[in-house]
């Protein structure tokens, strides 16, 4: 009986600890991080210069191919959106 209690609080132990020690949250590199400036660079180059960037500094910058490309692709989107309207603020 004291083994078995033991043993289960061992385990609630282990599960604590692991989880206190784990990352909260895991967020990539800001926008204006000198990594992120040149893969967006390289992104509009080419898909192909962005995914050797990204292969060669991955250890560095901790970049991740597809999230480079989502922000490129939003940013481009942001920059060609048409104007509909503009209204002078008071």
Same mark, same amino acid.
């Given at each position: 009986m004291k083994t078995a209690m033991a043993a289960g609080l061992m385990r609630t132990a282990l599960v604590a600890t692991a989880l !206190? #020690?784990? %990352?909260?949250?895991?967020?990539?590199?800001? !926008? #204006?991080? %000198?990594?992120?400036?040149t893969a967006l660079a390289k992104a509009s180059e080419s898909p192909d210069a962005l995914r050797r960037y990204v292969h060669r500094t991955h250890a560095i910058y901790?970049?991740?191919y597809?999230?480079?490309?989502a922000?490129?692709?939003?940013?481009?989107?942001?920059?060609?959106?048409?104007?509909?309207a503009k209204s002078e603020t008071r």
């Open positions: !206190v #020690s784990a %990352p909260v949250a895991s967020a990539g590199p800001s !926008v #204006s991080s %000198p990594g992120m400036k901790g970049l991740n597809f999230e480079v490309m922000i490129h692709n939003a940013q481009v989107a942001r920059e060609t959106a048409p104007v509909v």
